[in-house]
C-alpha cells in the first residue's frame, strides 16, 4: 500500500523568551503555545546563550533588565550567530538611552510593557513573515546563481567538444 501525502510538513516556528519575571515567561509562554509556535524560555542572559548554542530560534523576546546582563548585551553576544532570528525587545521601563541602543543592535521591534497581547501576536507574526519573506529572497538569489553557473558551464562544455 502506497503511502499517503499530506502535503508539505508544517514546522513549527520556535520562539525563545528571556525574562526573569516568573508571571511573564508563563504568560507568554502560554499565549505563544496556544497559537500553535514552539517556544523556549530563559531566565537570564547565560541560559538564553546555552538554549542558542543547541537550537535555532526564528525569534527571540528579550526583556532589558535580566539579572546577568542586559538584553541589549545578550542581543549584541548573538547577534553574529543568529542574524536570521528575529529581535524583539520587551521592556517595563523605556528610556532613550535603551531605545538607541536597541536600534543600533538591529532590534527588529521594541514593546513596553505592559503589552497588549494581540499586539505582540500580531509583531511576532509579521516579523515570521518578514523572515519567510528574506529566506525565500535568498533560496531565489542562489537558485539564479547556480542556473547561471550551469549556463556558464554548459557553454563552455559546447565551445570545447
Given amino acids: 500500500m502506497a503511502p499517503i501525502d499530506a502535503g508539505p510538513v508544517k514546522i513549527k516556528e520556535k520562539l525563545l523568551v528571556v525574562d526573569d519575571d516568573e508571571l511573564i515567561l508563563e504568560s507568554l509562554i ?59 525587545v520587551l521592556t517595563g521601563f523605556p528610556d532613550a538611552p535603551s531605545a538607541i541602543e536597541a536600534v543600533n543592535k538591529k532590534v527588529d521591534a521594541y514593546l513596553t510593557k505592559p503589552f497588549d497581547p494581540e499586539s505582540l501576536l500580531k509583531l511576532v507574526a509579521r516579523n515570521l513573515e518578514e523572515q519567510r519573506e528574506e529566506l525565500r529572497y535568498t533560496q531565489e538569489r542562489v537558485l539564479d546563481y547556480i542556473r547561471t553557473r550551469v549556463k556558464q558551464l554548459d557553454e563552455t562544455r559546447s565551445m570545447i567538444h
Fill in 30 to 88: 502560554s499565549i505563544f503555545d496556544s497559537e500553535g509556535y514552539s517556544s523556549a524560555f530563559a531566565r537570564t542572559g547565560g541560559d538564553a546563550l546555552r538554549l542558542l548554542e543547541r537550537e535555532p530560534f526564528n525569534v527571540i523576546i528579550v526583556d532589558v533588565k535580566l539579572p546577568d546582563m542586559t538584553g541589549l548585551e545578550l542581543l549584541g553576544r548573538i547577534k553574529d550567530t543568529t542574524p536570521r532570528m528575529r529581535k524583539i
